[in-house]
C-alpha cells in the first residue's frame, strides 16, 4: 500500500472528527490533528481506535503519543502493517 492510499484512507477516518473542513480538504504529511483540523484529544483516542480497526493493527501508548500529525501517524500504521 503507497503513501497515497494511506494518505486517503487516514483522510476517510478523520472526516468525523475535523471541525475545520477547508483544512481536512487540503490535508497533507504536515497537517496537524490539533491545530489545524482543530480536533481534541478524545478525538484523537477516538481516531486511534478507528485506524487499528481500519487497519487491523494494534498502537500501543508510545506511538499513539507521538500520532498528533498526519505524517507520524502514516509512519506509525507504516510501521505496524
Known amino acids: 500500500m503507497d503513501k497515497a492510499e494511506l494518505l486517503a ?4 477516518i478523520l472526516t468525523p472528527y475535523a471541525q475545520d473542513s477547508a ?19 478524545a478525538n484523537l ?22 500520532m498528533l500529525n498526519v505524517k507520524a501517524a502514516l509512519e506509525v500504521i507504516t510501521a505496524k502493517l
Do not use: G, H, W, Y
Not at 48 to 63: Q, R, T, W, Y
Open 9 to 12: 484512507r487516514l483522510k476517510v
Open 45 to 66: 483516542v477516538d481516531v486511534v481506535l478507528d485506524i487499528e480497526e481500519e487497519f487491523n493493527i494494534e498502537i500501543d501508548n508510545e506511538s499513539m503519543e507521538k
Open 23 to 41: 483544512a481536512l480538504e487540503q490535508i497533507n504529511e504536515e497537517t496537524d490533528f490539533i491545530a489545524d483540523l482543530k480536533m481534541n484529544s
